[in-house]
């Protein structure tokens, strides 16, 4: 199947358009999820922690689950002259919105941590092992400021 680029963008366009009119009017709620936390889940290590450069922070369980989400997603069939690049550059644009989107939030870490890397490292692992567990932040324990 080959498809121009206009109706790649025409494409995503409508899928935006139906999941913002149609999912919310659905009785299921929407449960977020990859495949890293199914493999969590059921007891696989995390693995060492990696920063990759268009990725960001992750360790190689959940690399090798979104490598497992991305080769499932539909994006992935989708071919502009008979390469696969929309899945690459979908994975790659939401990278960075998430950076562009937490700058202020890693820019706050920066400077208040004396180990980067070391802070983000553990906030990264605190996190997914929340979500594996399908715990919510407590903050009913953090203090009135």
Do not use: C, W
């Amino acid at each position: 199947m080959h498809f121009e680029p206009k109706d790649v963008i025409t494409i995503a366009i409508a899928v935006m358009r139906v999941r913002l009119r149609v999912v919310p009017k659905l009785a299921y709620p929407f449960v977020g999820g990859d495949f890293g936390e199914t493999m969590g889940t059921y007891g696989v290590p995390p693995g060492p922690y990696l920063v990759l450069p268009f990725r960001g922070a992750t360790d190689v369980r959940d690399f090798a689950g979104n490598y497992i989400d991305g080769f499932a997603s539909p994006l992935r069939y989708v071919r502009y002259d008979g390469r696969n690049y929309v899945g690459l550059v979908k994975s790659s644009l939401g990278s960075m919105d998430n950076r562009a989107n937490n700058i202020i939030t890693y820019r706050d870490i920066e400077r208040a941590s004396v180990d980067y890397y070391s802070t983000l490292r553990t906030y990264y692992l605190q996190r997914r092992a929340r979500l594996i567990e399908d715990r919510s932040v407590p903050t009913q324990q953090l203090p009135d400021f």
